[in-house]
């Protein structure tokens, strides 16, 4: 019995062995593929940037937003740095739905990528004004909450806690030793902590939960699920404005818009970022 017994585990180990093998060089081989592949989609974008025929540099891009897409089609290559390059050439093709789409998927990916966030910005800022999210906020105010995309949320809580810490002990010290000049140095830091704990608090997380991209450049949104409906405002959507999925029916779905505007469009109008 002990022979058989024996043999039957050498047999086990020997298919185990092959098995893993074959995943190990499946998975080599997907590796190279796919290297090949963003070498090959890089390149293409390094051509049409070289291209001076706007018709021909319009078509190039197109095919490397193409590229780019098959590439995020492996889920296991899905990273933020992809879905920029994805944004860019869409940007560059002009196809501004798929181009926040990627931004805004690799911002979830990694909320401090300064050019996800940038192009992103960029490309509301071309939006009409109540197209544009409830959450951006004008370059003025931008520029003084800067913190707020340059570092993460434990970085400014850490900073905020330091803050508090340092107040507080000028405080302890200025009544310890009758010092009056640091109770007044200490308003600063306590002054610090107090407008960005505010700051944090009342900043609205940004979450793709129910978000969508319009696909489908000059959509109309209409007052009720049928196309036979009246419009819900004069002003089409244009392409790339973000919105939120409030109620769904069949082929019909209500979005809500930045600027407290909602209305229903068809569900080919838009793409759900958490698709």
């Known amino acids: 019995m002990l022979p058989v017994q024996i043999a039957q585990k050498l047999i086990l180990f020997a298919v185990v062995v092959s ?3 074959k995943l190990a060089n499946a998975n080599i081989s997907f590796v190279v593929e796919f290297e090949s ?4 989609a890089i390149d293409q974008y390094q051509t049409a940037q070289a291209i001076q025929n706007p018709q021909e540099r319009l078509a190039a891009f197109r095919r490397t937003e193409l590229a780019f897409a098959s590439l995020l089609d492996m889920k296991a290559s ?4 992809l879905y920029v390059n994805w944004g860019n050439a869409a940007l560059q093709a002009e196809n501004l739905g798929n181009a926040v789409f990627a931004y805004r998927r690799a911002l979830e990916l990694d909320t401090n990528h300064q050019q996800a966030a940038k192009n992103l910005d960029f490309i509301r800022a071309a939006l009409p004004e109540w197209a544009r999210p409830s959450e ?3 370059p ?3 520029q003084l909450l800067f ?3 340059a570092y993460s949320a434990f970085q400014i809580y850490l900073f905020t806690s330091i803050m508090f810490l340092i107040g507080c002990g000028l405080i ?3 009544i310890r030793y009758r010092i009056s000049i640091l109770r007044n140095i200490a308003v600063l830091p306590i002054l610090v902590w107090g407008i960005l704990l505010i700051c ?3 900043r609205t997380p940004s979450s793709n939960e129910d978000a969508a991209v319009f696909m489908a450049d000059e959509t109309v949104a209409r007052t009720a699920d049928s196309i036979n409906a009246t419009a819900a405002f004069a002003t089409s959507i244009p392409l790339g404005t973000e919105a939120t999925v409030i109620e769904s029916r069949a082929e019909w779905i209500k979005v809500e818009f930045g600027k407290a505007k909602n209305g229903w469009v068809p569900r080919s109008a838009i793409r759900l970022l958490g698709e």
Do not use: D, H, N
Not at 78 to 81: L, N, Y
């Open 19 to 21: 098995l893993g093998g």
């Open 37 to 40: 592949e963003a070498k090959a």
């Open 78 to 81: 899905q990273t933020a740095e």
């Open 136 to 138: 951006v906020t004008s």
């Open 140 to 142: 003025m105010i931008g």
């Open 147 to 149: 913190w707020q995309t």
């Open 172 to 174: 302890a010290i200025s």
């Open 200 to 202: 944090e608090f009342s």
